[in-house]
């Protein structure tokens, strides 16, 4: 399995795609952070927070994750190389588990270069140091959580077909529907009792919690429990091949 993940890491960085995903990232949140005009600028804001980037991120993430793991499975479909990865001695679940590590660890590491504007806004702040830290290490805890889902269905939806296209445009509507489209299910008018649990099971209501630095077990369970679905419903694939 470490080998496999060390394969996909490789392939990632030995092409522009580890690059891309750190630069697209980087640059995106800079502008909206830094320079282009809105609630989101921080120096036009007058207060020194990194709120604005931990709403922006998840939207980003959700265009670029999919980007970045649509190609995991379907590109083995694609070479027709498919068949030699699952009759080597590993199962499937390592096969599933190695791309899925591979392509969490790209996106964390898109985050480290963001620590640039932790150190800026701590030191903007009156007096320097000044911040909620707490909140600000939930958040980038509830980043990761919330990428380790986007990347989980953007594995399974690699893993349905050859088409890269649609793996993306797929992964794109679930991570969507699961991180906003509960949400505004849930606010829909008639639906009383039925709104909360519609809002539960939404990743917004888990990844809002963290966000405050409240670290509560049941916002864990939640995430790690919806990768696992997702990565189990991947090795369901692979294994009626």
């Known amino acids: 399995m470490l080998a496999l993940w060390k394969k996909e890491i490789m392939s990632f960085f030995g092409s522009m795609t580890g690059y891309l995903v750190a630069g697209v990232f980087l640059v995106a949140t800079s502008l909206f952070l830094w320079f282009i005009p809105g609630n989101m600028n921080i120096p036009m804001g007058g207060y020194a927070t990194l709120e604005p980037l931990f709403w922006i991120a998840p939207w980003i993430y959700l ?17 027709r190389t498919i068949e030699l990865l699952l009759t080597h001695p590993v199962s499937e679940w390592h096969i599933v588990l190695s791309k899925y590590f591979a392509g969490l660890t790209l996106v964390v590491l898109s985050l480290v270069p963001t620590l640039v504007f ?26 990761v959580l919330l990428a380790a889902i986007y990347v989980a269905i953007g594995v399974f939806t690699s893993s349905l077909g050859k088409n890269q296209i649609i793996a993306f445009v797929l992964a794109v509507v679930l991570c969507y529907f699961f991180y906003d489209g509960f949400a505004a299910a849930a606010s829909l008018p008639g ?48 294994n009626r091949r």
Do not use: C
């Not at 265009?63 to 070479?79: D, G, Q, Y």
């Not at 030191?123 to 958040?139: E, K, R, V, Y």
């Open 63 to 79: 265009f670029l994750v999919p980007a970045t793991t649509m190609r995991l499975f379907a590109e083995e479909k694609r070479n």
């Open 118 to 143: 932790y150190y800026s806004v701590n030191q903007l702040a009156s007096p320097a140091g000044n911040l909620d830290h707490g909140a600000i290490w939930g958040s980038y805890l509830g980043l």
């Open 191 to 238: 639906l009383k009792g039925a709104g909360s649990l519609l809002a539960y099971l939404g990743i917004a209501e888990h990844y809002d919690s963290i966000s405050r630095g409240v670290l509560d077990s049941r916002d864990l369970l939640y995430f790690i429990s919806v990768s696992v679905i997702f990565l189990w419903l991947t090795r369901t694939v692979l």
